[in-house]
């Protein structure tokens, strides 16, 4: 039961163009939200974050959007860098009861940035 | 930023025996970490949850005794890896969240450590 899906394991971006990332969730318990970035053979780096209560989160070049009724969000990369491109992890958690602080991953999407 | 490191980054061992990795928490005290495997082309699934000073809390389907986690310190929790078979190769990453933060703490995440078992 994949209860975080990132569709599209891929995605090929020009280098200054936008990258959209998309992410969905089927658990209406989940109220926080948690992009990282990734290389081969490293752990995990935290990108950027967002919280339920908000629609839009800002950080530099990448944005967050959530749209909870759709259980729905992406990140937003402007301009694409190559040094962008990675496998990038959508995460979820609930900060109520025992899934406190549990991540849980999708799949990942590939991003390539073409100089 | 908050940093993770984890040790060893590689080890290959034969079937039957154990191994240790450790995770260590170097600029801060971690209340809670976690410990995740990668397989490849897949998403980090989450094994255990691991508080100082009390039992970890096992996922579904994980084997509590074939994967030992002891978390002695704020700054360390090891898993070992009993009686390893080759299905147990994988990517295993531990991450760590910061003391004293609001419920939705940041999970700061180590380099991984890849164990191949022969």
Request: net charge positive.
């Amino acid at each position: 039961d994949q209860q975080v899906k990132q569709n599209s394991p891929s995605l090929s971006v020009q280098e200054g163009r936008i990258s959209i990332l998309n992410c969905d969730y089927t658990n209406s318990m989940f109220d926080y939200f948690l992009w990282y970035k990734k290389y081969p053979a490293e752990g995990p780096t935290f990108l950027i974050s967002i919280s339920s209560i908000k629609d839009k989160n800002e950080d530099g070049r990448f944005t967050v959007f959530l749209n909870k009724s759709a259980k729905h969000l992406s990140l937003h990369i402007v301009p694409s860098q190559p040094g962008d491109s990675a496998v990038y992890f959508c995460a979820a958690s609930g900060t109520g009861g025992t899934s406190y602080g549990k991540l849980t991953f999708g799949q990942g999407t590939i991003l390539t940035v073409h100089p | 930023g908050a940093v993770v490191s984890q040790h060893p980054s590689r080890v290959i061992c034969k079937s039957g025996t154990s191994v240790k990795i450790e995770c260590r928490s170097l600029d801060f005290q971690a209340t809670t970490m976690f410990w995740y495997r990668q397989f490849p082309k897949k998403s980090l699934m989450l094994m255990a949850t691991s508080n100082e000073g009390s039992k970890a809390t096992y996922e579904q389907g994980v084997e509590k005794d074939k994967f030992l986690i002891n978390h002695a310190s704020l700054t360390l929790s090891t898993l070992t890896v009993t009686s390893a078979h080759p299905e147990d190769s994988s990517f295993y990453i531990c991450s760590a969240t910061k003391r004293g933060l609001a419920s939705t703490d940041t999970q700061y995440f180590g380099p991984g450590t890849r164990l191949t078992v022969l």
